[in-house]
């Protein structure tokens, strides 16, 4: 069975930085895509950032380059989104997501087994 668990999120205020956890298990971690999504009342779910475990570039949205930063920990199945510069518009839900491949990395509907989520509040 598929498990995501998401932890870090928290309160800050616009400028600040957040890192925020996904440790998975019952998947084979060492060639996965793990993504980042965020959703905000109303609004869509959205790709965030995403990074293939065997290796290679991560990919961003347009909305967070520069600012947020995919890493992965092979040894704890974890991946961390270190979060910088934040503003009131990144506040949202965060949730980690895990495939196969990283074909649509940042397409929601690539992906079927998600985290709880944890949440993000930027004040300004």
């Known amino acids: 069975q598929v498990q995501l668990v998401e932890s870090g999120g928290g309160s800050v205020q616009a400028g600040g930085s957040l890192r925020l956890s996904c440790a998975a298990s019952g998947y084979f971690y060492n060639s996965a895509c793990m993504s980042w999504f965020r959703q905000a009342p109303g609004r869509e779910r959205e790709g965030v950032a995403a990074i293939y475990t065997g290796g290679g570039s991560p990919y961003y949205a347009d909305s967070v380059k520069g600012r947020f930063t995919i890493s992965q920990d092979n040894a704890k199945n974890t991946v961390h989104l270190q979060m910088s510069n934040l503003k009131p518009e990144d506040t949202a839900m965060y949730l980690c997501?895990?495939?196969?491949?990283?074909?649509?990395?940042?397409?929601?509907?690539?992906?079927?087994?998600w985290g709880q989520g944890t949440q993000v509040t930027v004040s300004s």
């Open positions: 997501a895990i495939g196969r491949w990283c074909n649509s990395p940042l397409n929601r509907y690539a992906y079927n087994n």
